[in-house]
């Protein structure tokens, strides 16, 4: 008697463990870095990004390749918003998801010379909130092939539960037209999903 209910407690205290873990219900978290290598390019097309390209949808920007000036930080493809503006939004299926914004590689692509760049960058979030952030990429002159690069950025943990994300690009001394556009790749972030 002693003996068989000791090998049934343990049972019984799995069974409750098991609805415990059933009934917390937890957030899944998914890490993305979009590279844009994977995407097909035709030169001179309209390359648009397909929506939920890993988790996110895009306007404005396209699928962009290396023309031999500024290299994309991974692979020969990046993403470009060719005026300058674009944004980037979580699909509204599946329901309430939100992205946090870790890192992105970016560019403003004008030809050179170019003045100095300021990128404005707008986030919105699940309950309306705004946050907001100008990145500056430097005037670039004349300069051999190969010495222009991408800069690189981090965003602190204030960029999360966020819905999308809006860009445009203007003259950093003056306000003024870049008459370029934005480049941007290895773009990384986390996809909650709310169960
Ligand atoms: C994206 O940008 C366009 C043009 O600036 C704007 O009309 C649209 O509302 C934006 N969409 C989101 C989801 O922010
Ligand atoms: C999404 O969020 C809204 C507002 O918070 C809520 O009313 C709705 O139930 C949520 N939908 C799902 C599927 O979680
Ligand atoms: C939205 O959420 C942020 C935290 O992510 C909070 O600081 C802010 O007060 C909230 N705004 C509204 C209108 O609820
Ligand atoms: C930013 O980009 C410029 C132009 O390509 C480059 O000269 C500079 O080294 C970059 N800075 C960083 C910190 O990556």
Not at 86 to 101: K, V, Y
Not at 113 to 129: D, H, L, M, S, V
Not at 165 to 184: K, Q, T, V, W
């Amino acid at each position: 008697m002693l003996a068989s209910f000791a090998t049934i407690l343990p049972l019984i205290s799995l069974s409750i463990a098991a609805l415990t873990v059933a009934d917390t219900c937890k957030p899944t978290k998914e890490t993305k870095i979009a590279k844009y290598d994977d995407l097909p390019f035709t030169e001179g097309n309209f390359n648009p990004i397909p929506p939920h390209y890993y988790g996110l949808s895009y306007f404005t920007f396209q699928v962009d390749q290396y023309d031999f000036w500024i290299p994309p930080t991974s692979g020969n493809q990046w993403t470009m918003a060719f005026g300058g503006s674009g944004n980037i939004s979580i699909p509204d299926s599946p329901p309430n998801q939100t992205f946090e914004l870790d890192s992105f590689s970016f560019a403003c692509v004008s030809g050179v010379p170019q003045p100095e760049c300021a990128i404005g960058i707008w986030g919105r979030k699940a309950n309306g909130t705004i946050i907001e952030r100008t990145l500056k990429f430097p005037e670039l002159g004349p300069a051999p092939v190969g010495a222009y690069i991408m800069n690189k950025t981090r965003f602190s943990w204030e960029w999360k539960g966020l819905r999308s994300l809006g860009f445009s690009i203007a003259r950093a001394d003056n306000g003024g037209d870049m008459f370029g556009g934005l480049a941007l790749d290895d773009v990384r972030y986390t996809i909650t999903t709310p169960c």
